[in-house]
């Protein structure tokens, strides 16, 4: 058994520890935001925060996050409450498929949490592992930028931490 | 005064004076007259398009541009252990690029490392190698430099301590360091291996990285290829004393210049993905000259090395797992999917028993790969692996790395590991701050 906590609750996985912990999350613990895509670390669909940084999980063994703090797009706000960044992201539209949304909002939220007011540039580089196919790239974006304003007011400012 | 006393004052003047005109006469270069900007409709395209090919072997950009920055725009920081130097601008605006230079300008600065206005540049600038260049090749540079984009940019001012500040001091080195004509020729080699030379000891400057310098920052003649550093690199050794477990061929250099990687040997990174990237676009004849050349003068491996070399080649057995049981789980978990994957490079990992990263003294290059991975490059069938800088924390890099160097590297553990990975870590991370916009597909992240 290993110990993981995700999203603020501790775990005990029974999984092998060369287990991905994308298939801990969606297999064992039900947590389907983080997406597969290409199973090579090579597209962002599967990016989750650990520990403040974001990470691939498709090729994250469990192993290495034992004891770790997981944060997933549940972690971050719920349907009724929506976290800002998934705020700006509705605001903004900036899904279409949706199917690299969920992995590219974690990888603004630990950008954010690190940088509060990133330029477009950063954020094109922290944002350039992911791939998406629908093509709705300035919207993701604005809503970045969306996101950081959100988190600056007075509201929303609790919510630049995650659970 | 006495007689004597006024003799020996005489002396001692005129041995100043001449000594300060033979200085002077060292040190001091004339300047030459600016120039308006030659029209780009002014060059024959061919030999434009031959000073393309020339640029790319001479890796120019990835000094004279910074990541997110104009191409040949300069102002890149150059670490080295005297102070940081910043690339010039070689586009040719006329205020703060070479816009101004006339020809032989260029040709002085290649051949002898001195600017326009007469002052000495820092060997930063590899005219130690650019002084084998022959006068057409440097013409074709030309051409294509005054062809591109004139961009206005001023570089930094570099920040060195007195007296390195002071540029006639660079004449002294000169004229320790600075010697034309050392490209090797032997008619008997065939043109292949003498083209490869040329290009290899000039304009390539391959030994710019791959020779270790001595106190004053030249390379050191008698250990040439030796290994030397980059950034936080580890330029392997090219010569007799490569850790590479299995030796380079003509043939295998050849693939590995020419697509990146090889299968006997994995894949180029930091610095050296950038020079593969350049030699993309370069003639096959070219690419084939160097490895040719490259190949010859590395000789057969070391004496003790040909065992260790032969032994890889057979073994795979782990009886470093129960040495270091946790450095051998996070192996299992992390790497062996890849690494013991039956994907193919550049997709899959290269076996590990055949990396010189892991088989050379210096763990830096095993660090930062695993730290920083190798980004894909746009356009092309390139290597991958995703870094885990932040799923994997220092005590379990540690235990990797030993691990690694255990089972794989058959030799005695990394010393000093800890540091080793603090430093790696801090220039990943440093990476990450630096960072702007991304760049054209050919520039890959430095480390």
């Known amino acids: 058994m290993t110990m993981v906590k995700v999203n603020g609750r501790d775990h005990q996985v029974d999984a092998d520890p060369d287990t991905p912990l994308l298939y801990v999350l969606r297999d064992d613990l039900a947590l389907n935001a983080a997406k597969f895509g290409c199973g090579l670390g090579q597209c962002g669909a599967c990016t989750v925060i650990v520990d403040g940084k974001a990470v691939l999980s498709c090729v994250t063994p469990l192993l290495l996050v034992e004891g770790k703090q997981v944060t997933t797009l549940e972690g971050l706000g719920t349907v009724a409450a929506p976290a800002p960044i998934q705020r700006a992201f509705m605001e903004e539209q900036a899904a279409q498929c949706g199917y690299c949304i969920a992995g590219m909002m974690m990888r603004a939220q630990a950008l954010l949490m690190r940088n509060p007011k990133p330029s477009d540039a950063q954020i094109r580089a922290e944002l350039e592992p992911h791939l998406c196919r629908c093509g709705t790239h300035m919207r993701i974006l604005r809503a970045v930028h969306r996101a950081a304003r959100l988190m600056d007011t007075v509201d929303a400012a609790s919510d630049r931490s995650i659970r | ?447």
């Open chain 2, 1 to 447: 005064m006495t007689g004597r006393r006024r003799i020996i004052t005489g002396i001692v003047a005129i041995v100043l004076v001449a000594g300060a005109a033979a200085a002077f006469a060292v040190a001091w270069r004339p300047r030459i007259a600016a120039i308006a900007p030659p029209r780009p409709d002014t060059f024959d395209p061919d030999i434009v398009k031959r000073g393309r090919d020339l640029a790319a072997i001479g890796n120019c950009n990835t000094c004279h541009t910074v990541q997110g920055g104009a191409n040949y725009a300069g102002g890149l920081p150059v670490p080295t252990p005297f102070g940081t130097i910043f690339s010039s601008n070689i586009t040719p605006d006329a205020e703060t690029g070479i816009g101004g230079w006339p020809e032989e300008a260029f040709v002085r600065a290649m051949r002898s490392g001195v600017g326009r206005d007469g002052r000495h540049l820092y060997p930063t600038f590899p005219y130690d190698h650019f002084t084998n260049v022959s006068e057409a090749d440097d013409r074709a540079l030309y051409a294509f430099l005054m062809t591109r984009q004139p961009v206005h940019a001023l570089p930094p001012a570099n920040q060195l301590a007195f007296p390195l500040n002071y540029r006639p001091l660079i004449a002294g080195w000169k004229l320790l360091y600075l010697r034309a004509g050392d490209v090797p020729s032997d008619a008997a080699k065939g043109a292949e291996w003498n083209r490869g030379a040329y290009l290899v000891e000039g304009l390539a400057h391959c030994g710019a990285c791959h020779t270790p310098r001595n106190a004053l920052g030249a390379e050191r003649v008698n250990a040439q290829f030796a290994g030397g550093d980059v950034d936080n690199w580890h330029a392997y050794a090219l010569n007799d004393s490569s850790y590479a477990p299995v030796r380079w061929t003509a043939d295998a250099l050849y693939a590995y210049l020419r697509h990146g990687w090889h299968s006997d040997h994995g894949t180029a990174r930091g610095p050296m993905a950038e020079v593969v990237g350049n030699l993309a676009s370069v003639p096959d004849t070219d690419v084939r000259a160097i490895a040719v050349y490259m190949a010859d003068i590395s000789g057969a491996p070391a004496p003790d090395r040909k065992p260790l070399a032969d032994a890889v080649t057979q073994s795979t057995s782990a009886d470093a797992a129960q040495a270091n049981a946790a450095g051998a789980a996070i192996y299992a978990a992390t790497c062996a999917s890849c690494h013991e994957g039956n994907r193919a490079l550049p997709y899959g990992g290269v076996n590990l028993a055949l990396s010189t990263a892991i088989a050379s003294p210096d763990p830096r290059n095993m660090l930062n790969i695993v730290l920083s991975g190798i980004g894909a490059v746009a356009g092309e069938r390139s290597p991958i692996m995703p870094g885990f800088a932040a799923s994997i924390d220092d005590a379990q890099t540690v235990a990797l790395a030993n691990y690694l160097r255990a089972r794989f590297g058959k030799r005695p553990a990394w010393s000093d590991l800890d540091k080793a990975v603090r430093d790696a870590r801090a220039v990943q991370a440093a990476s990450l701050v630096a960072r702007d916009a991304p760049t054209d597909s050919r520039q890959r992240g430095k480390p």
